[in-house]
């Protein structure tokens, strides 16, 4: 079975990291979603393919149902059906009390985390699922340890859509686990990613690290071989499941 994988938000962070980390591993394709950092996507596809690996870059915006399934056509036309996704794609807004916080904020975060992560999800399962003919495969969602803390005074609502993402994590895991798929999901904890100058704040781990049990904030590359395993066979009776990866902040 040719490997294809799929990272959602592949361009930076987190998902770049896991980007890099595959190609070390043995994936025959990875398809980079982007939403509007064509200049990263494209260096990191360079990267890969110098690599050895083949890559494309995507553009779509996963809150975007109509981009999400032309997303999915097109690596089925370039690269073969998916059969590993990593719902990486996430945003923040600006830290602030819930009170100060406006419907439309809490539509484009859970627009974008969750839903985004539904179509995603629901469109990899057309091409794994063992009921369709597929072969099976493997979703990892990202999370967030803010899902237990809640993230108060800075962005509860972002808090919430994780915490979705851990019950959808569980419910599906537990819907398509005789389809040969498995869901699973990473919570990290405070990464030294551009999200946090997204919510207003650049220096937000330098702040906070002196208080986690570590010390000190994680490496996306920390992040990444979690999720590489859970993706893996090595992996393979573990579903429904979560690995938080915080530097003990729980
Ligand atoms: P990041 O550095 O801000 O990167 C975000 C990535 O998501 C970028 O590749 C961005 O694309 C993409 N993206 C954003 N909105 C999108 C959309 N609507 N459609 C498609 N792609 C979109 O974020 P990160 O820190 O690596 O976070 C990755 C995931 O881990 C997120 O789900 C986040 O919630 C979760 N997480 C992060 C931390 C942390 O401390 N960093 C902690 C817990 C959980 P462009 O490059 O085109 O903008």
Redesign the pocket.
């Known amino acids: 079975m040719k490997k294809i994988l799929l990272i959602?938000?592949?361009?930076?962070?987190?998902?770049?990291a896991t980007a890099r980390l595959a190609a070390q591993r043995d994936y025959d394709a990875i398809a980079i979603?982007?939403?509007?950092?064509?200049d990263?996507?494209e260096d990191l596809v360079k990267e890969l393919q110098h690599q050895g690996v083949q890559a494309i870059a995507i553009q779509?915006?996963?809150?975007k149902e109509s981009e999400v399934v032309a997303m999915f056509q097109r690596i089925d036309n370039e690269l073969g059906p998916v059969t590993a996704l990593v719902n990486?794609?996430?945003?923040?807004d600006q830290q602030t009390t819930f009170e100060q916080m406006s419907v439309e904020r809490w539509q484009s975060i859970f627009n974008?985390?969750v839903i985004?992560s539904f179509v995603c999800a629901r469109e990899a399962i057309k091409r794994m699922s063992t009921h369709h003919g597929g072969q099976g495969g493997a979703i990892v969602n990202?999370?967030?340890?803010?899902a237990r803390l809640g993230a108060p005074g800075e962005y509860v609502d972002?808090a919430a859509s994780?915490g979705a993402i851990d019950t959808f994590t569980i419910g599906l895991a537990k819907e398509v686990g005789d389809q040969g798929i498995r869901v699973n999901a990473v919570?990290?904890?405070?990464?030294?990613?551009?999200?946090?100058a997204?919510g207003g704040e650049a220096g937000r781990v330098d702040r906070i690290k002196d208080s986690l049990p570590m010390k000190r904030g994680?490496d996306?590359e920390e992040?990444a071989s979690a999720i590489l395993w859970l993706l893996s066979d090595e992996a393979s009776y573990t579903t429904g499941t979560f690995i938080d990866i915080s530097g003990g902040r729980l």
């Open positions: 959602t938000g592949g361009s930076r962070g987190i998902g770049a979603n982007y939403h509007s950092r064509s990263a996507a779509a915006d996963v809150a990486n794609a996430g945003i923040l974008t985390n985004g990202l999370s967030s340890i803010a972002y994780k919570r990290p904890g405070i990464i030294k990613t551009d999200i946090h997204s994680g996306p992040v």
